[in-house]
């Protein structure tokens, strides 16, 4: 008979700063049979139980989701979207698109006041601000498709989470405290998530309609999420807040089940989302940016090293505000984008002594080449599937807005579109006609699910982020700490991380993170180097050992997986 060992790691447990060096870090939790790292400890233990049940990566991935809109509501949800990425035991792979779409009667100007101007709060809070929710539609899906399990065995731990309650964390019952005034706007939101007392650390969070909600959809799936009660209560909110979304938006919602977008890096196949998702193309752009230069050599968090990086990033979120949108509306030059040549060319003025602003401040033409709220968990199972999932409600609390009688926040992904062509929306991204508003159509994304196999084929990396504009850039340094800086998972998700994204032109660094003659070294070559307030990103992710471990219980020696939980916020690992 096999031995279990459940465990869970907390990664506020390692209390360490991004700046600490990560040669210090303790080696990373380990599992032998499975492994869920996610955002909250007591939704990476749902995905746990199912695993422990006989379930498999994708009924894991599910029961977390589920779990995740009980104990995150902040990001994750019923009433938002996201994508998956999955890869089997034997190498196939596909990936399932579950982004918000706009309401039917959304219009490309409808943010914009009568002399064309952007008024950002239309966009970022309130009614007109949600898109159709895609999560219940996605999740079912893939579970429909690949799970193993029942629908209820995956739905239980979310429903006796929201029925017996959670115990709210530290940063949890801030959250609430500190926005109570903004809730108190909306009669639904003020009835579940404010009350007369503060909300204090350790306390415990029922959430009974929102049980009700989880039994209709485990008893009747997307049918009552899309066409029944729980559609009638989404309707009827956004009548009384004069939202946009109607039953025949619901009605007519679908996931969509996408081919991945592959590349390599030294030799690694990279799997990842493709649109309208711009993550997926973005990572693969900046690897090919940088492949052709020995990073190993030039050093982990040297001013040569991040010189590079750093105009990479410039060069990719230029194509990525003039290219990207919804494929179902818009031709993208895919395989241009992807072409190694193609970055050749966009990083042929790169010097490594001086920054040269006139470059990458504008698109490049890959036709030429054709042929912050957010949250990620990553899983693995005892055969070796994997699943990575990003799902969202956009802002933190999404539109702040929660439908009555079903206890849920909705999203506000309507700011995800281009309101004008050069307008920057809530993350400061500028997108042109390739995303502007249409019905029906889905936002732009930033979210990177990603699965990464080595040069011999095997599962290697399973990762992703929140972050809003920082998930491209986030995912992007974890690859390259692995590859090219040999770190271990866990040395890769704490190591301190830069952003640049074009507009503003700032290059962003995390608070204590590199040396100042590191920065005075960046100023130098013209870079306008900025200590950003908050972090980049809370990443959690997967490494995949082969090499025997003395130390596993037997038989499982021949597969190690390893846990990366960012101390950033209060992920955890649970694995066996």
């Known amino acids: 008979m096999k031995q279990c060992f459940p465990l869970v790691f907390w990664g506020m447990l390692l209390a360490l700063g991004a700046s600490a060096q990560v040669g210090e870090v303790p080696y990373p939790y380990r599992a032998y049979r499975g492994l869920v790292v996610a955002e909250h400890a007591a939704a990476a233990a749902a995905g746990l139980e199912v695993l422990q049940r006989g379930g498999n990566a994708v ?94 065995e995956v739905l239980a731990p979310a429903i006796r989470l929201a ?66 009660q729980t559609a009638d209560l989404i309707v009827a909110e956004m009548q009384r807040g004069g939202g946009l979304i109607t039953h025949e938006d619901l009605a007519t919602y679908r996931a969509v089940e996408r081919p991945p977008v592959v590349g390599t890096y030294r030799g690694y196949r990279i799997l990842s989302m493709g649109p309208p998702s711009a993550g997926g193309i973005g990572l693969i752009q900046l690897l090919n ?22 105009e990479a990033m410039r060069c990719v979120y230029a194509d990525r505000a003039y290219w990207l949108g919804d494929p179902d509306f818009v031709t993208i030059p895919v395989q241009g984008l992807l072409s190694k040549a193609y970055m050749r060319q966009r990083m042929a003025h790169f010097r490594l002594e001086q920054t040269d602003t006139t470059h990458c401040r504008l698109h490049g033409d890959p036709l030429a080449f054709e042929s912050q709220e957010t949250t990620h968990y990553s899983v693995v199972d005892e055969e070796g599937n994997a699943v990575s999932v990003t799902t969202t409600l956009n802002g933190s609390y999404g539109a702040l807005v929660v439908v009555d009688g079903a206890g849920f926040f909705l999203n506000n992904e309507m700011d995800d579109f281009s309101a004008a062509p050069g307008v920057p929306n809530l993350y400061g991204l500028i997108g042109s006609e390739a995303n502007a508003i249409a019905p029906g159509k889905r936002m732009l994304s930033s979210m990177t699910p990603t699965i ?17 504009a920082t998930i491209v850039t986030t995912v992007f340094q974890l690859v390259l700490n692995v590859i090219d800086h040999g770190m271990n998972i866990q040395q890769a998700v704490l190591a301190p991380r830069i952003h640049h994204q074009g507009w503003p032109p700032v ?25 950003r307030e908050g972090t980049s990103g809370r990443a959690h992710a997967i490494q995949v050992l082969y090499d025997p471990d003395p130390l596993a219980p037997r038989p499982y020696t021949e597969r190690v997986y390893l846990a990366g939980v960012d101390p950033r916020g209060e992920g955890a690992a649970a694995g066996y």
């Open 59 to 152: 009924d894991a991935a599910v029961a977390t989701g589920f779990a995740l809109a009980v104990v995150l509501p902040s990001a994750g949800n019923l009433g938002g979207g996201g994508f998956m990425v999955i890869r089997f035991a034997d190498g196939r792979a596909t990936t399932i698109d579950f982004r918000e779409t706009a309401p039917r009667a959304a219009t490309r100007d409808m943010f914009l006041d009568a002399h064309g101007r952007f008024v950002p709060e239309r966009s970022q809070e309130g009614y007109l601000a949600v898109g159709v929710p895609g999560t219940v539609a996605g999740l079912l899906l893939a579970h429909a498709r690949y799970g193993r399990l029942s629908r209820s």
């Open 289 to 310: 940016a940088v492949e052709p230069f020995d990073i190993s050599r030039m050093g982990f968090g040297s001013s040569a090293t991040l010189h590079l990086m750093a």
């Open 452 to 468: 990464i196999e080595d040069p011999q084929g095997r599962l290697f990396l399973v990762l992703g982020t929140p972050g809003g």
């Open 163 to 228: 029925e017996t309650g959670f115990q709210l964390t530290r940063t949890q019952a801030a959250q609430l405290n500190a926005l109570r005034t903004a809730f108190l706007r909306y009669p639904s939101t003020r009835k579940y998530f404010t009350k007369d007392q503060p909300f204090r650390e350790g306390e415990r969070f029922i959430q009974k309609d929102l049980a009700q909600t989880l039994r209709r959809i485990r008893d009747k799936g997307v049918d009552d999420f899309y066409r029944g």
């Open 507 to 531: 290059l962003y660094y995390e608070r204590r993170g590199f040396p100042m003659d590191v920065i005075e070294n960046l100023k130098r070559r013209g870079w306008n180097v900025l200590e």
